[in-house]
């Protein structure tokens, strides 16, 4: 099911919680519990103890201090998802756990599947969380097992953040695959040169094209390394929305997603700018048309456009196809692509890193069979009068 849909199934239903005096008693004996604690102190990672609710009830130093808090109590009560800012958590009927977009979680996964089968299982999860007003992905692989104790309804779980090896698998499946074709391409025209076949003029075309080709995706690469980092520094600048837009589309126009489609500017309203940081801004815009490009069929025509609502300018992106029900809600995930999609995993979270966490604005998308998709950022006017000089 698409993910916010009121109706929507979650992946498994709401357990509800437990009485706060229910979740006390079932704390405290834990609590007392001596090989509880050696098992907290031996194990890496984030190590925690839910109640057949899936609400926590103790947790290791790490797993405290990664949520920001000094004492477990501050987390008595709350499912990991909720401690860790899950952006889907607001899209259940009981908070982490009962959102559609669940189904595709391997913390909820994991945590089923022991309740089912009674035994340890792995999986791994990748997270989008948002704390305070920045949005982060996050990788973990879960271990959920039942607590061995006789009658134990409790589960186990240890978490070990596997941040950097999918980072590592992106950037060897995605990044290297990328700069390895357009080397590829290089070299075959190089060779053309070299045999004296071809038109030269044309070669010494493909040559600029694929050459800035190399250059653009070793500085994507080392900007979204920054990103993650808290390294990059911002300039802002007052862009003219209409020029911009003309130059995404100019930007891409070239590249293979887009032969035999439409690329298409709406107009915008005179005078319209915005404040931002413009190679940023751009790099968002030209993923969200790239992405577009590559779900479209050849024929069709990628939309870019701007609309003024509530104080925000919304920069849009449409094309005709609609989202796979059980991709929409994993889009953002930076380790997460498909065959039919490779590489646009990447594309999508940066610009939900780039669109949110340094634009300030909001990365959102809407998919339908009937409307089809439209990805969205919005962000706040550059001041009171936005239109005009």
């Known amino acids: 099911m698409e993910a916010g849909q009121p109706n929507a199934p979650a992946y498994f239903p709401p357990v509800g919680r437990a009485h706060p005096a229910e979740l006390e008693r079932q704390a405290r004996v834990w609590v007392e519990n001596p090989l509880l604690h050696q098992v907290l102190e031996a194990m890496e990672g984030f190590v925690l103890l839910i109640n057949r609710q899936h609400q926590i009830l103790i947790a290791n130093v790490p ?20 401690v860790l800012g899950c952006i889907h958590v607001a899209e259940g ?4 756990g009962t959102s559609p977009a669940c189904a595709q979680c391997g913390v909820a996964q994991a945590v089923s599947c022991v309740k089912q089968k009674g035994f340890r299982v792995t999986y791994e999860a990748l997270l989008s969380c948002r704390q305070g007003h920045r949005w982060e992905a996050m990788e973990l692989r879960v271990h959920a097992s039942p607590f061995p104790e006789a009658g134990s309804d409790e589960i186990l779980m240890v978490c070990q953040d596997i941040s950097a090896e999918k980072r590592r698998e992106v950037l060897e499946s995605v990044f290297f695959h990328d700069v390895l074709n357009s080397l590829g391409g290089l070299r075959g025209w190089v060779n053309v040169l070299n045999a004296g076949l071809g038109d030269l003029s044309r070669a010494k075309s493909k040559l600029d094209l694929l050459s800035a080709q190399v ?6 690469q080392r900007l979204l390394t920054q990103a993650e980092r808290g390294e990059l520094a911002l300039k802002s600048a007052e862009l003219e929305t209409a020029g911009l837009l003309r130059d995404c589309a100019a930007l891409v126009q070239e590249h293979p997603a887009a032969k035999q489609k439409t690329i298409s500017v709406l107009p915008t309203p005179e005078g319209l700018r915005c404040l931002a940081d413009p190679d940023l801004l751009r790099r968002v815009l030209v993923n969200m048309t790239l992405n577009a490009l590559e779900a479209s069929p050849a024929g069709a025509t990628v939309t870019l456009g701007v609309q003024v609502s509530a104080g925000m300018i919304h920069f849009q992106v449409h094309n005709s196809g609609c989202i796979p029900l059980d991709i929409q809600g994993r889009l953002f995930q930076r380790s997460f692509s498909t065959k039919a999609t490779r590489g646009r995993g990447l594309g999508t979270y940066s610009m939900k890193l780039f669109g949110e966490t340094y634009l300030g604005g909001r990365v959102s998308f809407h998919s339908t069979p009937e409307e089809g998709t439209t990805f969205e950022l919005a962000l706040p006017f550059p001041h009171e009068h936005p239109v005009g000089d």
């Open 63 to 82: 797993f405290l201090k990664a949520a920001h808090v000094e004492e477990v109590l501050d987390l008595r009560g709350l499912r990991l998802g909720e």
């Open 93 to 96: 009927s009981d908070g982490c």
């Open 215 to 220: 250059i653009e995706e070793v500085r994507s």
